[in-house]
């Protein structure tokens, strides 16, 4: 149980194109959904925590305008990193946490490659 | 279907035993062991796997991969109240990292 996928596992853009990421909680509902971001050998960066149906709230230094999450139902969230740059290559990292029991459940990642 | 099992799920000691903490994994493709601190909003980098029988250290706390038996165990000796977090495993294959569901140690005074 409590399973969490990723959409898609890799993807390659150029510069200045979007990107839509998506993070599904395949058997339980997510009321919660973070997005995290990680460099090699790095700790994971958090991006933003997200409620099902209300706004996401970023960490500082972390563009709300760039880094769109959409929360709209209890199993998907999406991070749709706009106008990209190759900075903005990374891994992409989603967890999920349901209301009861409150642990984390983390996707699989999705490597963003910017040319 | 990739798979990451960490062991125990929760353990509780006092300040200054040693304990050692379980992960194996089922991982196609497998390139590497990673291991997490979670105190509070993101997960802390510690350690990074590759190679079999090889031990990292650092201060500690250690680590050691067999890939043979497809298992890590991470050690920390004389542990102190602020170690008390949740352990995550994580194995990296092809297709990004498998979490276990980490263990949750809590350090007493």
């Known amino acids: 149980g409590a399973v969490v996928s990723q959409h898609p596992s890799r993807v390659i853009c150029k510069s200045g194109t979007s990107v839509k990421i998506e993070c599904r909680s395949l058997d339980f509902q997510a009321t919660t959904m973070f997005w995290y971001r990680q460099f090699p050998k790095q700790s994971l960066m958090l991006m933003a925590t997200s409620n099902e149906g209300s706004k996401a709230t970023y960490e500082q230094g972390v563009e709300k305008d760039k880094f769109l999450i959409n929360h709209a139902s209890l199993t998907l969230s999406t991070l749709t990193v706009t106008s990209a740059h190759p900075e903005d290559s990374s891994f992409y990292i989603c967890?999920?946490?349901?209301?009861?029991?409150?642990?984390?459940?983390f996707g699989p990642g999705t490597r963003l490659t910017v040319t | 279907e990739d798979k990451v099992v960490q062991s125990p799920l929760s353990l509780v000691v006092h300040e200054g035993d040693t304990v050692t903490l379980n992960c194996s994994y089922e991982?196609?493709?497998?390139?590497?062991l990673l291991w997490y601190k979670q105190e509070k909003k993101a997960p802390t980098f510690l350690f990074m796997l590759t190679s079999s029988g090889i031990e990292k250290k650092s201060g500690r706390l250690s680590s050691i991969l067999d890939k043979k038996e497809l298992f890590s165990i991470l050690n920390i000796t004389a542990t102190q109240t602020g170690d008390s977090a949740v352990y995550l495993c994580?194995?990296?294959?092809?297709?990004?990292?498998?979490f276990g569901k980490g263990t949750h140690l809590i350090i007493q005074p």
């Open positions: 994580a194995g990296g294959g092809a297709d990004g990292l498998t």
């Open positions: 991982v196609t493709n497998f390139r590497s």
């Open positions: 967890s999920a946490s349901d209301r009861v029991v409150h642990e984390q459940y």
